[in-house]
């Protein structure tokens, strides 16, 4: 089954809404708890959030026979240039689409970016473990009350 990874259309907002809410919660429970999952999905994966996001071409989606079993969000932190979603549906999971996502959501930064940063919570090791095989490095930590819920900052040079 061939997968496409484009740039997300107003017409996938439901899709990539219901793609958060069948994902994020069940990935993030065992990692920050029922309650941080749960906010994630509320405060991140709406349909207000992701419409922006869409409307403003920061989004990007993995598509399988007409499906979306991946998801890619790019944004600003003040003048850094920030990857804040990169997910893949389980099952979809070794066929190489972080990877495709995350060399989409590249190719999409203006051409004066010269550095890439992604977030994860520090729970979140196998999202560290992807970016450190992917060339970023930790740059900081910002804590939280609940260590699980720490933000790792990483980042890589955009190559040329």
Same mark, same amino acid.
């Given at each position: 089954?061939?997968?496409? #990874?484009?740039?997300?259309?107003?017409?996938?907002?439901?899709?990539?809404?219901?793609?958060?809410?069948?994902?994020?919660?069940?990935?993030?429970?065992?990692?920050?708890?029922?309650?941080?999952?749960?906010?994630?999905?509320?405060?991140?994966?709406?349909?207000?959030?992701?419409?922006?996001?869409?409307?403003?071409?920061? #989004?990007?989606?993995?598509?399988?026979?007409?499906?979306?079993?991946?998801?890619?969000?790019?944004?600003?932190?003040?003048?850094?240039?920030?990857?804040?979603?990169?997910? #893949?549906?389980?099952?979809?999971?070794?066929?190489?689409?972080?990877?495709?996502?995350?060399?989409?959501?590249?190719?999409?930064?203006?051409?004066?970016?010269?550095?890439?940063?992604?977030?994860?919570?520090?729970?979140?090791?196998?999202?560290?473990?992807?970016?450190?095989?992917?060339?970023?490095?930790?740059?900081?930590?910002?804590?939280?009350?609940?260590?699980?819920?720490?933000?790792?900052?990483?980042?890589?040079?955009?190559?040329?």
């Amino acid at each position: 089954m061939d997968t496409v #990874v484009r740039d997300a259309q107003a017409d996938d907002v439901a899709a990539i809404c219901g793609f958060g809410a069948t994902h994020i919660r069940p990935h993030y429970a065992p990692l920050i708890g029922e309650a941080a999952a749960d906010a994630q999905v509320r405060d991140w994966w709406n349909e207000s959030q992701i419409a922006a996001a869409v409307a403003d071409g920061l #989004v990007i989606v993995a598509e399988a026979a007409g499906t979306v079993v991946g998801v890619g969000q790019r944004g600003r932190r003040g003048a850094d240039h920030v990857v804040y979603k990169l997910y #893949v549906d389980p099952a979809h999971r070794g066929r190489g689409l972080g990877p495709r996502l995350l060399a989409a959501l590249t190719e999409r930064l203006p051409a004066d970016a010269t550095s890439l940063y992604i977030e994860h919570f520090a729970a979140n090791e196998r999202a560290g473990a992807f970016y450190e095989r992917e060339g970023f490095v930790v740059q900081g930590v910002e804590p939280g009350g609940d260590p699980a819920l720490a933000v790792v900052w990483r980042a890589r040079p955009i190559p040329s």
